[in-house]
């Protein structure tokens, strides 16, 4: 019989289109706290409690200083070898897609040029008047940050819990979720949506997925096939 390894080994030598699903854990490989592990906690408050347009509004210092610890942290941290992994198995598909909820920008440093931030990017900032997008790289960035167009207040370019995401986003992670062969989740807990939900429009499409995760998911009964470790472990050897 043929190890759980070698099955997704020759699936994904054999698919036409695949997508990759990746979560905070491909980054913890990297040396950046997932969310839901206990050293992604800051000043003992929880994701959900920084993470919404109502804490914002309520307390943008607070929120910023919660960026600007982030910032410092992910400015420090290089793609491990699951980020190369991943832009290996882009080079080699014929079609490909990378859905990322990650904000670090470790998937484009690593060399992923097929991907959606679908959360947003933690080096941009968007202002709350105008609108507009800019990069912003500053460590730590001034408090409280303002537009150089119109003056308005800054906020981290990064969708919160009760925004939509971008309608382009979805879309495009929609269609690569229903045209592909095979489908890679790696690294999330499976609790946010809509990311929560793709494993199954992709096993709805017909695809053939695959976890990647130390830990079960919600979703880990539902896949194909389990894959029980680390990210920068397995990925190397899908190669
Ligand atoms: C390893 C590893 C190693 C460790 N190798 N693996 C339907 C039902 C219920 C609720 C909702 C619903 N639809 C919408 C909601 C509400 C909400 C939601 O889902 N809430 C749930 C918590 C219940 N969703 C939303 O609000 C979304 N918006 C939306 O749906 O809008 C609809 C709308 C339409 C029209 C108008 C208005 C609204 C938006 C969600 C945005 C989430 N954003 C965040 C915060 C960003 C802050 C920031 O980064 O600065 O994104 S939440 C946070 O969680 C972050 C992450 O991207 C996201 C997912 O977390 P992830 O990546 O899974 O990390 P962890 O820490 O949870 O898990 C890590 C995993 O790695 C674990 O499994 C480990 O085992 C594993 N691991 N080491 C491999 N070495
Ligand atoms: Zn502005």
Redesign the pocket.
């Known amino acids: 019989m043929k190890s759980d390894l070698a099955t997704l080994k020759s699936a994904l030598a054999s698919a036409h289109a695949i997508t990759v699903l990746t979560?905070?854990?491909?980054s913890?490989?990297s040396g950046v706290p997932?969310?839901?592990?206990t050293d992604?906690l800051w000043r003992n408050f929880r994701?959900?409690d920084l993470?919404t347009p109502e804490a914002f509004a309520r307390d943008p210092r607070l929120v910023w200083e919660w960026?600007n610890w982030?910032r410092e942290l992910i400015a420090s941290k290089q793609p491990n070898p699951?980020h190369h992994a991943v832009v290996e198995i882009e080079r080699r598909a014929g079609r490909f897609w990378l859905i990322t909820?990650?904000?670090d920008g470790l998937h484009r440093s690593a060399g992923s040029e097929k991907l959606s931030e679908i959360?947003g990017n933690?080096w941009m900032v968007r202002c709350t008047l105008c609108g507009r997008i800019e990069d912003n790289r500053d460590v730590p960035i001034t408090l409280l940050p303002s537009c150089r167009h119109c003056g308005g207040l800054l906020r981290?370019h990064?969708?919160?819990?009760?925004?939509?995401?971008r309608h382009e986003d979805l879309a495009q992670s929609t269609l690569a979720l229903k045209q592909c062969d095979v489908l890679l989740v790696?690294?999330?807990?499976?609790?946010?949506?809509?990311?929560?939900g793709f494993a199954a429009v992709a096993k709805e499409a017909g695809a053939f997925v695959a976890e990647?995760?130390?830990?079960p998911?919600p979703q880990s009964a539902a896949v194909d096939l389990v894959l029980r470790g680390?990210?920068?472990e397995i990925l190397p050897l899908l190669l």
């Open positions: 979560g905070a854990g491909i913890s490989d997932t969310f839901r592990g992604g994701v959900e993470a960026y982030r699951a909820q990650n904000v959360h933690i981290p990064i969708v919160w819990f009760g925004e939509p995401l790696i690294g999330t807990s499976g609790v946010v949506y809509p990311a929560a990647i995760n130390p830990e998911t680390r990210a920068k």
